[in-house]
């Protein structure tokens, strides 16, 4: 069964990092509700077309735009390509991050330092800093609230997992910088929520054994990891003026209880 968001239809919707896992899933789902929607990574996936077209028969339109948002330069293309396609942006939503390694204390240095900071917070600015004008006018021009939603983490909360302190911190960072925004830009017409994912069974874990992976999964009350398609509807329910016009400025943890601020 698909949940039903019509006031989606027709949205212009930036899903960042969605060649896969959370972003792809999400991406998915704006499609289902007939918005008109921007994939984006660092290169296409491998059946790019295959997934363009299956969102279009759902009842979407959709694109891919190749962008690796860990420069500045790379936020600004991606934002002027989609702006290009699809003459505007309604909602943002920064998805693209990750561990890019693990590292301990001793270990970081400033080369990992760069890449861990570049990805998970260098991109989620500088993509909201150009998207800004648009994202403004959007709420202008339809009188309903633009949206930007940003992916925080559970490790945000808890500090993250072993060598993941810099990924934690940054996720913490996203949770807080959101809370600037919201005083600065809610007059503009600009709500600013966070989805917070839990363990989510992605390419985010590869790196997990199969006993890792039944430890953590005993440790979360639901008792297994979360599905990519679970996170999804978060994503709409705070992309939908209808349903949320009066949210903004909140984290909406989706972690089948595994932390409860
Ligand atoms: P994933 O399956 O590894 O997907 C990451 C996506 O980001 C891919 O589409 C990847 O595409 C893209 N990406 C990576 N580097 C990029 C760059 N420099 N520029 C543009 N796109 C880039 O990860 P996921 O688990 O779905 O995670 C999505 C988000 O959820 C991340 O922000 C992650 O931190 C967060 N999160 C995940 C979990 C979890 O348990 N999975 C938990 C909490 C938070 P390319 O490789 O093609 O560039």
């Known amino acids: ?16 990092g969605s060649t896969m896992g959370i972003g792809l899933a999400t991406a998915q789902a704006f499609a289902r509700q007939g918005a008109r929607v921007g994939l984006n990574g660092r290169k296409a996936p491998q059946h790019v077309d295959d997934i363009l077209a299956g969102m279009h028969a759902n009842g979407g339109q959709a694109a891919f735009f190749a962008a690796d948002l860990s420069s500045s330069d790379g936020c600004a293309q991606l934002i002027d390509a989609f702006v290009a396609r ?30 861990v900071t570049d990805l998970n917070m260098r991109s989620v600015l500088m993509t909201t800093r150009f ?17 930007v939603i940003s992916v925080g983490s559970i490790a945000g909360h808890t500090g993250g997992g072993p060598g993941a302190s810099l990924y ?12 600037n925004w919201v005083d600065f830009h809610t007059a503009e017409g600009i709500r600013f929520n966070i989805v917070s994912p839990g363990t989510v069974d992605t390419a985010f874990h590869a790196d997990k054994t199969e006993e890792v992976r039944q430890r953590i999964s005993a440790s979360i009350p639901m008792g297994r990891f979360g599905k990519a398609e679970e996170m999804a509807p978060a994503f709409l329910f705070f992309a ?3 349903c949320s016009g009066y ?12 932390y409860m601020p």
């Open 86 to 115: 699809f003459g505007g942006i309604d909602v943002l939503i920064n998805n693209a991050g990750g561990l890019v390694g693990r590292k301990p204390l001793e270990a970081i240095d400033d080369a990992f330092f760069d890449a």
């Open 247 to 258: 949210v903004t400025g909140q984290i909406l943890d989706v972690n089948g209880g595994q």
């Open 168 to 179: 934690g911190a940054s996720k913490a960072w996203l949770h807080n910088i959101h809370k």
């Open 240 to 242: 939908s003026h209808v």
């Open 1 to 16: 069964m698909t949940a039903s968001f019509p006031d989606l239809k027709d949205k212009r919707v930036l899903v960042t």
């Open 131 to 147: 998207a800004l004008p648009h994202l403004r006018e959007s709420a202008k021009r339809s009188g309903q609230t633009a949206s």
